[in-house]
């Protein structure tokens, strides 16, 4: 094989991840674009209909049944298209915590899976690897991870097909260093909090002579352990002084989706990635404005030249210049790929202005190696694509269909509704949301109790971690469960009077704030969702019925009575329970569907 391809494509799944990666032989079926002689899919994870854009990217591009899946972490956003898009696979990767398919063994990982993992989505997933195994399928073992393991740790390394060269390898699972250092439980024995399923995320490198890819899920570094442990800077420090001492990374895949608790400037700095990956999340509000601007100053930091580093954002992503962080993607601005992000609107016209990656469907990184060295594409161009050559490897950034990118953007202006707007308080005050903020919080607490209940599948976790994050360290902190509600209802609060304040017989928005992105995106839900949403989105936009704020005119008529609580995992008055993130239709009830 003188003539091998690499293709890495970063596909839309609306707000979680996924990632294929092909292997061929172009000297094979050139017909054909060469022939595939390994595929591997990196989590599957969906939100709204992206299982459904999954399962069809995959089938357009002829791509599966995969050689190897590997499930970085068990949350939604990263698993749930394994069954959803019925994925295929020999062999597979993950951190276990079920019991395998002869029904003799546990596979128990040393520190679990994290505290909401155990939920519909992961009973999903668990069937569908047991349905393949029932097909052949294979775990491949990470030993450093088990529990009881004695034997000599060392990174998990395979090759992506005999003869090709090309490796991947797993240094850190389940807050285990490739060494045997038990990171994570090391920190857990000095702050005894919940383990989120993020803490645990795998972390692989895949390496093709001097070209390097790294890919780690949500993997966790929370430098003040609030929200989430640091697994992160003991990975970054173990890396970069031991098995790529010396090397630079080529292409990061920037970890949960850009967040600020992760990807932070020690690992930017040390593995000094040429090309950095972002998987957007436009319900969490991710990539956030703090990391945003440590890739302005990391990226600043860089010459001017054929090498300078670039940034791409996958997934839908929809930045209105109110927002805190347009103003950080316009500085970002070039070195962003050509053709990725849009800066569309004239303020003086009074258009809306905003930053869109809604015309691009997918990123592709590809790689090609003739007789030993790269080699451009030369003639073979993917139909319509935007290609941006760097050294040893190209951006391809495949085009979105154009009504395609007008019905995500309908759904976009919903889902990045700017709470930043003024209200009256006669019209709706404290007194009404914070009796709202008080039944979500007793809910929330009736969910988490549920959760603990035998057998329970935390349902009301899953959903929490997906849509709440913000609370997420209330929970974790909260001393005594029959406190929990007192102590969410507190934290929505605080959040609130963050957020606003009264100028001028209003209520505003505060010019700044100290809240997270995860917080952030956590009281836009608790407003949207309040039991008075009806009186509080009145207030801030008058003459709006919620019918036709939200999306095209509807004839049907929205009850506001207790509709909060009956789109939650947990309904009070029995019926079937949620699944977090299933549908991107905001109409209380309304139960999701899959694309066929």
């Known amino acids: ?54 399962k069809s990217y995959l089938e357009e591009h002829k791509i599966g049944p995969f050689d190897c899946i590997i499930a970085t ?17 020999k062999r597979f990767i993950d951190n276990g915590h079920y019991t395998e398919s002869s029904g003799k063994k546990m596979i128990d990982p040393l520190n679990g899976i994290g505290v909401g993992a155990q939920s519909q989505i992961f009973k999903a997933y668990a069937q569908r690897v047991q349905s393949q195994v029932k097909n052949g399928a294979q775990r491949i073992e990470i030993p450093f991870i088990e529990k009881g393991f004695s034997g000599t740790a060392e990174p998990l390394k395979f090759e992506l097909g005999d003869g090709t060269g090309i490796t991947m390898t797993c240094y850190c699972a389940n807050g285990v260093l490739a060494n045997g250092e038990d990171i994570l439980g090391g920190q857990k024995r000095r702050k005894n909090k919940g383990i989120n399923p993020n803490d645990v995320s795998l972390a692989l490198v895949l ?31 173990y890396l970069s002084e031991g098995p790529l001492k010396g090397k630079s990374i080529t292409v990061f895949k920037a970890s949960h989706h850009g967040s600020e608790h992760s990807n932070h400037a020690e690992l930017l700095k040390k593995l000094n990635p040429k090309t950095v990956i972002v998987c957007c999340n436009i319900m969490k509000q991710v990539p956030s404005p703090i990391f945003l601007k440590r890739l302005v100053t990391h990226f600043n930091d860089k010459k001017e ?19 805190d962080r347009y103003k950080q993607l316009q500085e ?26 809604l015309g691009i469907k997918c990123a592709v990184i590809r790689r090609r190696v003739l ?26 950034l495949m085009p979105r269909a154009e009504n395609e990118a007008k019905n995500i953007g309908d759904i976009v202006t919903f889902l990045t509704w700017d709470i930043k707007r003024s209200w009256d308080p006669i019209v709706c005050n404290t007194g009404k949301i914070f009796a ?28 929490i971690n997906m849509y709440y994050p913000g609370l997420l360290s209330t929970i974790n902190n909260s001393d005594d469960d029959k406190n929990l509600k007192d102590d969410l209802e507190k934290k929505m609060k605080d959040l609130f009077n963050s957020s606003f304040h009264i100028k001028d017989g209003l209520y505003v928005p505060k010019k700044t704030n100290n809240l997270t992105s995860d917080e952030k995106a956590t009281m836009y839900k608790l407003l949207m969702d309040n039991k008075y ?17 939200h999306g095209p005119p509807r004839t049907v008529k929205w009850k506001t009575d207790n509709a909060w609580n009956k789109d939650e995992p947990y309904p009070k008055s029995g019926g079937v329970k949620r699944i977090a993130g299933s549908s991107i239709d905001p109409r209380p009830g309304k139960k999701p569907k899959l694309d066929k």
């Open 1 to 54: 094989m003188s003539d091998l391809s690499l293709e890495i494509h970063h596909l839309d799944v609306q707000g979680g991840d996924s990632t294929a990666i092909i292997v061929k032989d172009l000297e094979q079926e050139k017909e054909n674009g060469g022939k595939k002689i390994y595929s591997m899919l990196i989590d599957s994870g969906s939100e709204g209909r992206g299982s459904a854009y999954l």
């Open 73 to 89: 972490h068990y949350h939604q956003d990263h698993i749930q298209g394994f069954s959803q898009a019925d994925i295929e696979f």
């Open 332 to 357: 970002l601005k070039s070195h962003i790929a050509e053709g990725n992000v849009e800066f569309s609107g004239d303020i003086k016209r009074g258009d809306e202005v905003y930053a869109s990656n």
């Open 371 to 396: 007789d030993g060295k790269p080699k451009a594409y030369e003639g073979m161009l993917l139909k319509g694509a935007k290609i941006i050559r760097k050294s040893g490897y190209e951006i391809t």
């Open 436 to 463: 709202g903020f008080e039944r979500q919080a007793k809910e929330m607490a009736r969910w988490i109790a549920s959760d603990k209940e035998p057998s329970a599948a935390q349902t009301g976790m899953d959903y």
């Open 533 to 549: 949403q009806e009186e509080f989105n009145t207030a801030i936009e008058p003459g709006q019925s919620r019918s036709s704020r």
């Open 305 to 323: 030249d054929v090498s300078k580093p670039i940034v791409v954002f996958t997934n839908t992503m929809k930045v209105f210049k109110n927002n």
């Open 207 to 237: 390496e093709w002579g001097d070209f390097l890819y790294m890919t780690a899920g949500d993997l966790s570094g929370d430098h003040d352990l609030s929200s989430y442990y640091n697994i992160e800077k003991d990975l970054v420090n």
